[in-house]
């Protein structure tokens, strides 16, 4: 047996396996989406403010970092790179409405990549019942990156959350149905 049929047969195995796991990592995706959905614009500034919270402390932290490389070629780099996670998080935190036009962008472009991963692996899984869905999944959260992309600046006001909530709605469809395929196909 090939490697690539192995690594197929293994995949397999531990969905259906653990299909339970699956299952519930898609109501939880599901429910998710509808909370993100149903406040997009709370649910941006939200997300916002997190980021920059996250980009602050892990610039302190790669500070910290670059003291403990302190004689090396890494230090100037991580003191840098913390330097400007930290001013970033800050300026994010002062300005989330500015912030959350920059994370617009940036979302745009994670959809767009996710969406292409997605479509990818949903043919790697094509004999698994159930793969239509990840393809779906993936169609719809590429479309979502050109959406946000074509809108700017009015996409700032809802686009985290609602289109986020979209994606994660149906990424939650998507790990559903590969568990109830798994599932029905254990028995």
């Known amino acids: 047996m090939s490697d690539a049929v192995q690594s197929l047969e293994d995949m397999k195995t ?10 519930a990592l898609g109501i939880a995706l599901v429910l998710g989406g509808m909370i993100l959905i149903a406040a997009p614009l709370a649910t941006s500034i939200a997300v916002t ?3 920059a919270a996250v980009l602050f402390v ?3 932290v790669q500070i910290y970092q670059a003291f403990k490389t302190q004689g090396t070629a890494a230090f100037i780099w ?12 800050v300026v994010i935190y002062v300005n989330p409405l500015a912030g959350t036009l920059a994370l617009t962008l940036v979302i745009a472009a994670v959809f767009a990549a996710e969406g292409i991963s997605q479509i990818v692996m949903a043919f790697k899984l094509k004999p698994h019942e159930g793969w239509v869905w990840v393809l779906i999944a993936g169609v719809v959260s590429l479309a979502a990156g050109v959406m946000i992309w074509m809108d700017l600046p009015g996409s700032a006001a809802w686009a985290l ?5 979209i994606s994660v709605l149906i990424n939650g469809w998507s790990y559903i149905a590969i568990a109830l395929a798994a599932r029905a196909s254990k028995s």
């Open 49 to 51: 403010i997190l980021i």
């Open 78 to 89: 991580n003191m840098i790179t913390g330097v400007i996670a930290v001013i970033g998080g």
């Open 161 to 165: 959350g609602l289109i986020a909530g």
């Open 58 to 60: 892990g610039g302190l």
């Open 14 to 23: 531990k969905i259906q396996e653990n299909w339970g796991w699956f299952l």
